[in-house]
């Protein structure tokens, strides 16, 4: 079971599901992921996602959520709280919601509990942390203490940091302009926040290709991410899994695998 159904989740997600392993995941009745196009949340508002070649689909309860892992599909539950990890008692959770701190997870709610991101620490409230920040470490099992701390600056790519984001201009309700893969400029506003008052432009502030921009009837908070400019202008990253959602998702499986091994030791 994973927690949550973004990007970073969903390439877990599609990575586990490949080696074998039955997934299902639980997620917001409103997500705010934008690279929707590589996110099985997206399944909330249109009911199934696919993800490259694997396919998510929205199930209203664990009788419908296990029809679907039967049918060789990941099951997307909306379940803020996952509480359907009670019912079906999963071998493995993953709490992959990246909140960037620990939204509830105990080290008791499966035989294998890992945490994905800062807030996490191993030992404690999960048996291993993943790294998820870019650089030499990303994937990396932890078994001792947590992951870096959440710095607020996003990894570098094409030479661009908090550029690379596209946030919301005010509070309001997010409506998007340009849709994911398109092109786009500096200053070019790529989608709105409407407000009692009128619209607020939300631009993009360097040129590329739009990987991700969030669903049209998103609560949104100034300030808060409401898209991602790649500026490596390649438009097939964007129906892809990224480099870092792959790394994290052979860090859980290692993680996943390197608890199985511990355990057939102990019971030698």
Not at 19 to 47: C, D, I
Not at 140 to 150: L, N, Q, S, T
Request: hydrophobic share 40%; net charge neutral; aromatic share 4%.
């Amino acid at each position: 079971m994973i927690k949550g159904a973004g990007d970073l989740a969903s390439g877990i997600a599609c990575r586990l599901h490949h080696s074998g392993f039955a997934v299902m995941m639980t997620e917001l009745a409103q997500p705010t992921a934008v690279r929707r196009t590589v996110a099985f949340s997206r399944a909330v508002y249109e009911g199934q996602a696919a993800v490259e070649d694997v396919t998510g689909v929205l199930c209203r309860n664990l009788e419908e959520a296990e029809a679907a892992l039967e049918r060789d599909q990941v099951a997307v539950l909306i379940d803020e709280e996952c509480r359907v990890r009670k019912q079906w008692q999963p071998d493995v959770f993953v709490d992959a919601v990246i909140a960037k701190k620990n939204t509830g997870t105990k080290i008791t709610d499966a035989p294998v509990v890992i945490g994905v991101g800062p807030g996490f620490t191993a030992g404690t409230d999960c048996h291993c942390v993943i790294e998820t920040k870019r650089g030499h470490d990303l994937g990396r099992c932890i078994w001792e203490g947590g992951a870096v701390p959440d710095t607020g600056v996003p990894g570098i790519i094409g030479g661009y940091g908090l550029e690379r984001l596209v946030r919301a201009s005010a509070d309001g309700i997010f409506c998007q302009k340009e849709s994911i893969g398109s092109r786009v400029k500096k200053g070019q506003t790529v989608g709105y926040v409407e407000r009692e008052d009128g619209r607020e432009p939300v631009k993009a502030q360097i040129d590329g290709v739009l990987r991700g921009i969030l669903q049209d009837g998103v609560a949104v908070r100034k300030g808060m991410k409401a898209g991602d400019v790649d500026p490596r202008d390649v438009e097939k990253n964007c129906h892809t899994i990224s480099d870092k959602a792959r790394a994290i998702g052979g860090g859980v499986l290692e993680a996943i695998l390197s608890m199985e091994k511990r355990r057939r030791r102990e019971e030698i």
